[in-house]
């Protein structure tokens, strides 16, 4: 697998490399110091992965990002030291298709490296999306047992230019919206904290991060804060669990939309933009099961494969641009 980076700063540069250089099938494409030197970089030779970091002189990595992804749709993982003060571009750039985001690996005064794990980790993973693993993944779970929810509720599986999408849905929600609304986006659980906060600014409904145990009531957003899977209980409680360990995709939306299939009041579940397949088979179930599903088209996804893969199995009873899938969803309910 060949790997470029990019970012302006010599100790990142050196803890990247490093990290990367202990993987004997990982191989440095080049280098870049700015977002314009990658885009010239990409003219002559586009690698299988960019490592990106956001700020940076010239062209930053938002930018940089939404460009190399227009042009050339090579996958991204951003790179960032610092979560809080960056929160805001790292949602920009997976908006415009950035895969995931890590910290940088810290490379210490005595030459110590921290953080390579998690780095190699997320290459990993990239690297089963990018291949399309076609492994059938066994998803056990248990289902719902009662039967006594007073209220019809939305549901929303998320990944690749996710935030945007999501961000363009929740924007134009009333106040009281008489419902739930439960996201299941694929982030780094580390970054779930920020992606609350960023979503909470674009709605004046309340975003909640789940919690072990949680109760969902109406008028309320909550969204999957665990590399765990969420499920919905038997006690109708929010809970999270570890199987199907090898699962790529964390959290599933697949476990989650299965783990509704004895809800009682029938609501809305959707799929958005993502790489991968994850969500078509469990929207399939909610659709079979009677609720009224939503892929988004083509057109506004930033990342066609997971809309296309439910919409390929006749999961979807609608197909819908984002910019009408949040008033569909509410007159759906």
């Not at 960056?86 to 490379?107: E, H, I, K």
């Not at 910019?323 to 969803?329: C, P, Q, T």
Request: charged letters at 25%.
């Amino acid at each position: 697998m060949r790997i470029a980076i990019v970012d302006d700063q010599i100790l990142a540069l050196e803890a990247l490399r490093r990290v990367l250089t202990t993987v004997e099938e990982y191989k440095i494409a080049w280098i870049a110091k700015n977002g314009k030197e990658a885009l010239e970089n990409c003219i002559k030779d586009i690698p299988d992965l960019i490592l990106m970091d956001l700020v940076m002189p010239v062209m930053d990595g938002v930018e940089a990002t939404k460009l190399i992804i227009e042009k050339y749709n090579c996958p991204i993982l951003i790179v960032t030291s610092t979560i809080k003060d960056t929160s805001s571009r790292v949602f920009d750039a997976m908006g415009y298709g950035a895969l995931d985001v890590v910290c940088t690996p810290n490379l210490g005064s005595m030459g110590k490296l921290s953080g390579g794990r998690e780095l190699l980790d997320k290459v990993e993973k990239i690297r089963k999306l990018i291949q399309k693993d076609k492994t059938d993944y066994s998803i056990r779970i248990t289902e719902l047992k009662k039967e006594n929810v007073s209220f019809p509720i939305i549901v929303i599986g998320s990944s690749t230019g996710g935030p945007k999408a999501l961000a363009a849905i929740l924007s134009k929600l009333p106040f009281s919206i008489n419902t739930a609304i439960i996201i299941v986006q694929h982030v780094d659980s580390k970054f779930a904290i920020e992606l609350s906060s960023w979503l909470s600014r674009q709605t004046s409904v309340p975003v909640n991060l789940i919690k072990e145990d949680m109760e969902i009531k109406k008028n309320n957003i909550y969204l999957a804060a665990s590399e765990n899977h969420l499920i919905m209980g038997a006690d109708l409680h929010f809970h999270y669990i570890e199987e199907p360990k090898d699962y790529p995709y964390r959290p599933s939306i697949d476990v989650f939309f299965r783990s509704l299939k004895k809800w009682k009041r029938k609501g809305v579940a959707m799929i958005l933009t993502g790489m991968g397949r994850d969500g078509a088979y469990g929207l399939l179930l909610l659709k079979n099961e009677g609720w009224f599903t939503i892929a988004q088209d083509e057109a506004s996804s930033v990342i066609f494969g997971m809309p296309k893969a439910a919409i390929k199995i006749g999961a979807a009873k609608e197909i819908l641009p984002i910019d009408l899938i949040g008033e569909v969803m509410l007159k759906k309910i």
